[in-house]
């Protein structure tokens, strides 16, 4: 059964040096998210990319880019 809502799906893992995000209770690979301040969640992709995001706006999309992350080895 899907949650009602994304806020129980996503939560950022730390404060560490590398901050782990899990979806559902599984930890997203490459992905690490840093809170900032201002309710802001720093999104990083494999070390290379970059986001920006208020912590409304993660709930929506770090679900999404998980999925993608999953099926993108085969």
């Known amino acids: 059964m899907m949650p009602d809502s994304h806020e ?14 899990t979806v559902d209770g599984w930890v997203v690979s490459y992905l690490e998210g840093m ?6 969640i720093d999104l990083a992709l494999d070390g290379r990319y970059g986001l ?7 709930q929506w999309i770090v679900p999404f880019i998980a999925d993608a992350i999953a099926i993108a080895p085969g």
């Open 8 to 21: 129980e799906r996503v939560e950022p893992h730390g404060p560490y040096q590398d901050c782990r995000v």
């Open 35 to 40: 809170p900032v301040n201002g309710g802001r």
């Open 52 to 58: 920006l995001l208020t912590v409304e706006e993660a």
